[in-house]
C-alpha cells in the first residue's frame, strides 16, 4: 500500500486566501478589485458624511440657542462675512428683508415677506442639497455591489464545472480553487453593500431631520419678520 507521506498531503490540502486570488480568472479578479474599491470609496463617502452633516446639525442648534436668546439683531451679516453654518445661512438670505421691515409700509408687509419666504425655502434647498452630495454614490454601491458579487459567483461556479468537464475529475481539488473564488467575491460584495445600505438609510434620517429642523426655523423666521413688519409700519 502506497502511502503518501504526510506533509505532501498537507501542502497540497492547505489552501492559501492570497493564492486563491493570484490564481483566480481575470474575470473573477476584477469583480473583487471593482468590489474592493467600491467598499473603500463608500467608507470614505461615510467618514466626511458623518463628520459634515453631524457638524451641520450642531452648529444649527448652537445658532438658533443663540439667535432666541433675545439677540437676533447681533446676527446680521457684516460686510464680507460668509455664514459658517446653515441657520446663519438662512438668516442672512433674509437680511436685506429684516433690516427693511422696521422701515415698510402697510402696502409693503406682504411683498416683504412673501420674498423672504422664497428665500429661505430656496436656502434650504441649497443646504439640504449640498449636505446629500455623495448619497448617491452609498445607494448605487449598496445596490449594485450585490449583484456584482453574484456575478462573480456565478463565473467562478461555472469555471468549477469546466473543470469538471475537462478533468473528467469531481475531487475536491479540481473545484475548491473555483468555489472559493466564488464564495469569496458574494462575500466581499456583501461587506461593501451592507455598511453602504445601512449608512445611506441613516444619513438620509439625518438630513431629513435637519431640514426639519430648518424648515421650523425659517417659519419661526417668518412669523418674527412679520410682528418686526407690523411693529414698523404701525
Do not use: C
Request: net charge negative.
Amino acid at each position: 500500500m502506497d502511502d503518501q507521506p504526510l506533509g505532501e498531503l498537507s501542502a497540497e490540502s492547505t489552501f492559501s486566501l492570497i493564492g486563491l486570488l493570484m490564481e483566480a480568472d481575470l474575470v473573477v479578479k476584477l469583480v473583487l478589485v471593482a468590489l474592493l474599491l467600491a467598499s473603500i470609496w463608500s467608507w470614505a463617502v461615510v467618514m466626511e458624511k458623518y463628520f459634515t452633516i453631524g457638524g451641520a446639525r450642531k452648529k444649527m442648534k448652537k445658532f438658533e440657542d443663540a439667535f432666541w436668546s433675545g439677540r437676533g439683531d447681533e446676527f446680521e451679516p457684516r460686510p464680507g462675512e460668509a455664514p459658517d453654518n446653515a441657520g446663519a445661512r438662512l438668516f442672512s438670505s433674509i437680511s436685506r428683508e429684516w433690516r427693511d421691515a422696521r422701515s415698510a409700509s402697510l402696502a409693503e408687509h406682504g411683498p416683504l415677506v412673501s420674498r423672504a419666504e422664497r428665500s429661505l425655502r430656496a436656502t434650504t434647498d441649497r443646504e439640504v442639497g449640498r449636505l446629500s452630495k455623495g448619497l448617491g454614490v452609498l445607494a448605487t454601491i449598496g445596490s449594485a455591489s450585490v449583484f456584482i458579487g453574484l456575478f462573480g459567483t456565478v463565473w467562478g461556479i461555472m469555471n468549477a464545472f469546466l473543470n469538471i468537464a475537462e478533468q473528467q475529475d469531481t475531487s475536491l481539488a479540481n473545484v475548491a480553487g473555483p468555489i472559493a473564488e466564488a464564495l469569496f467575491a458574494t462575500g466581499l460584495g456583501l461587506v461593501a453593500a451592507i455598511p453602504a445600505v445601512i449608512y445611506y438609510n441613516k444619513f438620509s434620517g439625518d438630513l431629513n431631520q435637519l431640514a426639519d429642523r430648518m424648515d421650523s426655523f425659517s417659519q419661526d423666521l417668518l412669523v418674527r419678520l412679520s410682528r418686526r413688519a407690523s411693529d414698523g409700519g404701525s
